[in-house]
């Protein structure tokens, strides 16, 4: 929580023209989730945010809520919100429904692309490079996922777009906790070779680079051997039945 309240101190009062408070607080815990400033299970306590927002506890309230209906949050009865900690077979399901939705999305950008919101995407690769030639994971993370919802915004189609900002933000979520090995990006050539394919106009190509780039993502994710149980009868399951 600490290091969220560091990163908003200095600008919480920024807006953009137009965002509300509610908007203000929203964006900023949605990108700390991104950039994984905010692991999976963090308890995200009311009072605690209203203070370091500045803002009633109520409009904390209503970003939460906004925010686990895009299921990055979980809000339990009694028991206040935390950030959302998928199971195995969850994670399998969110990437399945990430790699349908983006290659719809991929399509429609082909078809939509105009060269100014090509040169953006461009842009957004360039500061991915940056961010992550720099050590700075989180941030070359979170604009990751900026470049895949601005494919979305380009495939100019508003109820993919909002599927699309929640299922980056769950892959975040997943990609914290089952990620193995380094943190080694691999996505920076693979995301110009696909704005390439897109302003060419090859939809078949633009296509499978984003099956290819998607598969990548998967592959980099533990999501085929068991968990490790905190069930002490389990643990010690082979003393037990060696009795």
Do not use: W
Not at 4 to 33: E, M, P, R, W
């Amino acid at each position: 929580m600490a290091n969220l309240k560091n990163s908003v101190a200095k600008n919480i009062k920024t807006k953009v023209a137009g965002q509300t408070q509610d908007d203000v607080v929203y964006c900023h815990i949605f990108d700390a989730i991104l950039e994984q400033r905010l692991p999976p299970a963090t308890k995200l306590n009311e009072e605690a945010l209203a203070e370091i927002f500045s803002v009633s506890r109520t409009i904390i309230r209503r970003a939460l809520l906004r925010l686990s209906m895009e299921q990055v949050v979980s809000i339990r009865p009694n028991r206040g919100a935390m950030v959302s900690a998928p199971t195995k077979e969850e994670a399998k399901q969110i990437i399945k429904a990430r790699e349908v939705m983006e290659l719809a999305i991929t399509e429609l950008a082909v078809e939509h692309a105009t060269p100014a919101a090509l040169e953006e995407c461009r842009k957004l690769v360039e500061k991915e490079n940056q961010a992550f030639d720099n050590g700075d994971y989180g941030k070359g993370l979170r604009l990751s996922g900026e470049f895949h919802i601005k494919l979305a915004e380009i495939a100019n189609n508003a109820p993919l777009l909002a599927f699309q900002r929640s299922l980056v933000s769950q892959t975040s979520l997943l990609i914290a906790q089952y990620e193995t090995g380094n943190h080694a990006n691999c996505s920076l050539d693979e995301h110009t070779v696909l704005l390439d394919a897109i302003e060419a106009g090859d939809s078949e190509q633009a296509v499978e680079l984003m099956r290819v780039h998607i598969d990548h993502i998967r592959s980099k994710l533990n999501l085929d051997s068991a968990s490790a149980s905190n069930d002490l009868h389990v643990v010690f399951s082979d003393l037990i039945n060696g009795r």
